[in-house]
């Protein structure tokens, strides 16, 4: 079973500061990492997508990609109120099933 | 305009009726997706078409059947509807490249289902 886990939160964090989101996944297979966001009542939205490791960098948004360990991570630089949403991993695995599997996600509230 | 449409944004219906959810885009994608994304926001796919043709199909109750007339419509019928089927359901599309990992899913509005 291929599994996305990221930690449900709330995470809050006060205006201005750095968020950092989190999230691990198990098949070592998976090639594709995203970023998806996702405000109250609304549809996702992509962030930021990431295939090779290190870091990917667009804005105030910062993606890292570890795939020894597993593991990716979204950091948010200069926390607006504005990025008060719900973050969701997606991870892309390919085979006969092409598919993303989606995180729960990660719940983000900046404080002003 | 539009990228990804559904309709109806909302629909409250009785357990057991038969209902449908319409899905258009008009990006010039040839993927399409129905994703049900339930109470603890669990965003989980059930289907997926590329080119009308079905790839993913997740397990989902046959009460549950997709139909594309065209790679720019993926419409949704549920038949003998149950008070679990209650959640949002979105539509999504992306331009994936043969062989390449997907490209960006952009999703429509989305459609809550109650069932009373």
């Known amino acids: 079973q291929k599994e996305v886990e990221q930690n449900s939160g709330p995470l809050s964090v006060p205006e201005g500061a750095i968020a950092s989101l989190n999230c691990t996944y198990s098949d070592r297979g998976s090639q594709s990492f995203f970023w998806y966001r996702q405000y109250s009542g609304k549809s996702p939205e992509l962030i930021m997508f990431?295939?090779s490791n290190g870091d990917k960098e667009d804005g105030r948004f910062t993606a890292q990609l570890n795939k020894a360990s597993q593991y990716v991570s979204l950091l948010i630089r200069d926390s607006q109120p504005s990025d008060s949403a719900t973050y969701l991993c997606a991870v892309y695995y390919a085979g006969n099933n092409r598919k993303l599997i989606w995180g729960l996600g990660t719940s983000l509230a900046v404080n002003p | 305009d539009t990228a990804v449409s559904q309709t109806p944004k909302y629909l409250v219906t009785q357990m057991g009726n038969d209902k449908s959810i319409k899905c258009e885009q008009n990006?010039?994608?040839?993927?399409m997706y129905w994703y049900k994304q339930d109470s603890k926001k669990f965003l989980k796919i059930m289907f997926s078409?590329?080119?009308?043709?079905?790839?993913i199909n997740e397990t989902v109750p046959n009460r549950f059947s997709p139909k594309s007339p065209d790679k720019a419509h993926l419409n949704l019928h549920i038949n003998s509807l149950e008070l679990g089927d209650s959640a949002v359901y979105f539509c999504?599309?992306?331009?994936?490249?043969?062989?390449?990992?997907?490209?960006?899913?952009?999703f429509g509005p989305g459609t809550r289902l109650t069932v009373l």
């Open positions: 990006l010039g994608h040839d993927t």
């Open positions: 990431i295939y």
């Open positions: 078409y590329n080119n009308k043709e079905l790839i």
């Open positions: 999504a599309s992306s331009q994936d490249l043969a062989g390449g990992p997907p490209d960006t899913q952009y």
